[in-house]
């Protein structure tokens, strides 16, 4: 199983132990860049080029000016290789069939999570590796594309531009789509859901038929008392360190599956937004986000103006 | 599926700068002289196994790595991309685990597989420059870092084990350390994990009991200062294990029914479900009396679980364990070479023969084979005759082997290219019973001498042909009604004897005996 984040990584850890009583024999967890390392380039090519580990760093700009069969394009002078590059390494390198066999020799099935994260480079590698060797399972939000995973260079560029076009990359690789079995949310209540199909025009439903409480917070003492709810995760669009309270970013609470109570801070121009009813205007990718952000409420969902909590701002 | 190791490779390991050794699943002997480097090959497959840094610290890198690749870098430029590296790589059949597999090995093949790597530490790598440019620079082991991982490049140590193993070395039957680390691993593969942890609990409770049970009476007599039963890392479950046969502890057994027990112990089935996968064996013929030896190499030879490495210098294990599992080791060169080829009668040959010298065949460079006693006896008299010195101060060796088996020793011989000289009398046929039969078997290295007169049938009428008035004078009169050359036929043991205590100086060495003698000492 791989999965890109770290906190999806805990996440699926701790659900398939719950599952399962242990981690089963033969089943093998991997965040994605320990895969592209561990699994697949050390034992091919470890003591070939020295590796001696990743470096999750942006590669120094005269990185990019060198041939792409520089070896100082992909590994630094201490034999880490960019994490970034990794994929393209695999590919330029002519490592692909051998990674496939690798795969194929030791993978009854791939389970990818958070699929629609992966760009560049390592959405080619992922279909490159998967199309037509074991079973693969890709599982993911393409409305929940907050990030990527690695962006170098134009491939792949607009990929996450056009839903259908998105779709339409697996399919000609011979993928199956399915967008029945996972359609609705186990998390989210009918009126999360109602609101996110409503508002931010992202198509969701709910296995729960129970309401939750929804509000949208427009008091500024409610809005103090909600903050200093030591329960409620104030979630804002970006710098939520600046705020003493239990807090995330909306884009990195994806994967974050144990908020009961969430509140979601709008800025001015979200804020307006909202109240025109035209939250769907919002740039694509923070439109996402704040989609992501809404979706991690297992019950009661507050939106608060960020105004508001501008006294407590350190 | 069983574990099982299929090949080792030491690069500057010990004696050996480069070597590979081919094992096979089940049984494996390595044959070989004293400092030959088996011991060392167990310790290499030990440490990797083990997966212990402390173990490689406590034994020190210096003395693990091979000295002539220290001594050829000083005497060398000096420069730190030649530092020697110390490896030494376990490779494995089929494991199934990603982790193992890789082609992070000497050989660049992608399998499954573990090593010790010693090399020096990069991060220090300008510190290091610096000490080799000093003048009178020592080698600067300091410098080097010592890891274990596997074919894929992971990083393994500690209790994760891919391989369960046991050394049993009784060279150090006495040796505290070495029963304590004994019990210990016996003790891990009889027991599941969850259950040590209990065990060690309750033991850790037991001693809180007897403090509050029994100590407590003294204790009462005390104010702060209380007495308890220690539990450290020195003092506890496993430091007090010991193994008991009738409730008597093997530490108060004799050397050799301790080595016995304890290699008995191992072998044992395992009701456990982590059954050893190696057992590493060394020299079990050590403190052994040749009947508890005879018992043991039956066990062993039945032992079917688990992959055993078995080195000895004992003819009888060797036989019994079945020749073709060996590999001989030699102390002049690091080149080991398999009896895997052996035909499967030869083989059975010396299973079943009765015990015979083949060890020290296998073992020789250069090798003269007689057909009896008589010539066996007389050998080292004709050797000195004609060379001038002891046949005991040379590595020539004579043996004597039955009339039949010549041709079993032969096949060793070619395999292992030992420099053989046969003594074959002739018994009437020169053609056939010594040209013919042989023919096969003949090459640079195996000769065959004996005399070609047809009447000249055995090594008897030889010497009495070239010593006729010495043998007349000695074997005819007093007791004796025979005419010398008879009385020599019919008592050759006796007459041999008696040859060399009484004219051994004298004696004109036949011309045959003298070609062997020349052409082997060349």
Known sequence: MVTYTDNNYRNLTNRIIRQYGGIPVGTRIYTYFSFLYSFCLRPLVGDKYGLRGINFDTPPDFTRRLKRDDLRHYIDSNGRIYASRMASFIIKTGMVEDVRNRIAKYCDVVFVDEVQDFAGYDFSLLLDLCAGNTDAVFVGDFFQHTYDTSRDGNVNKGLHDDYDKYKKSFEDRGFEIDETTLRKSYRCSQTTCEFVSDELDIDIDSHHENKSLLEFVDNEGWAEAIFHQPHTVKLFYRLHRSYDCLSDNWGASKGVDDYDSVCVVLNMKTEKLLRNGQLEKLPPMTRNKLYVACTRARSELFLVPERYFKKFKR | MAKVITKVKLRNFKRFQEFELHLQPERNLLLGDNESGKSSILQAIDLVLAGSRSKVETLGIESLFNVDAVLEFLAGAREYGNLPELKVELYLNEQHNPDLNGNNNLDGTMCDGLALICSPMEEYSEEIAAILKDEDVSFPFEYYSIKFRTFAGEPYGGPRKYLRHLLLDSTQINNEYATREYVKSVYRTNSEDGERHKHQNEYRKHKAKFRDAVLSDVNAKLDTYQFSIATSKKSNLESDLTITEDDISIDNKGRGKQCFIKTEFALQKKKSTHPLDVLLL?????????????????????????????????????????????????????????????????????????????????????????????????????????????????????????????????????????????????????????????????????????????????????????????????????????????????????????????????????????????????
Request: with cysteine; hydrophobic share 40%; aromatic share 8%.
């Open chain 2, 282 to 522: 060394e020299e079990p013929e050590n403190h052994l009396s040749h009947t508890s030896m005879k018992r043991l190499v039956t066990t062993i030879a039945h032992a079917e679980e688990q992959q055993m490495v078995v080195t000895t210098h004992n003819s009888l294990i060797s036989t019994r364990l079945d020749l073709r599992n060996a590999v001989l080791l030699n102390s002049t060169s690091t080149v080991s070479a398999a009896l895997s080829d052996l035909s499967p009668e030869t083989a059975d040959f010396f299973m079943k023969a009765p015990d015979n010298n083949v060890l020290e065949f296998v073992l020789s460079g250069r090798v003269i084979l007689v057909e009896g006693d008589a010539e066996y006896i007389l050998m080292q008299a004709l050797f000195k005759q004609l060379v001038g010195t002891e046949i005991d101060t040379t590595d020539i060796h004579v043996i004597s082997v039955g009339g039949t088996s010549f041709k079993r020793y032969l096949e060793v011989a070619r395999l292992l290219g030992v420099r053989t000289a046969v003594l074959r009398d002739n018994d009437g046929d020169f053609e056939k019973n010594c040209q013919k039969a042989f023919e096969s078997y003949l090459s640079d290295s195996v000769r065959v001498f004996s005399e070609t007169d047809n009447d000249i049938r055995t090594f008897e009428i030889s010497i009495y042909q070239n010593n006729a008035a010495l043998c007349d004078e000695m074997f005819s009169g007093g007791r004796i009604r025979l005419p010398p050359q008879e009385y020599m036929l019919s008592n050759k043991t006796t007459v041999a004897l008696r040859l060399l205590e009484e004219k051994a100086e004298n004696l004109v060495v036949p011309g045959y005996i003298g070609e062997a003698i020349t052409w082997i000492n060349e």
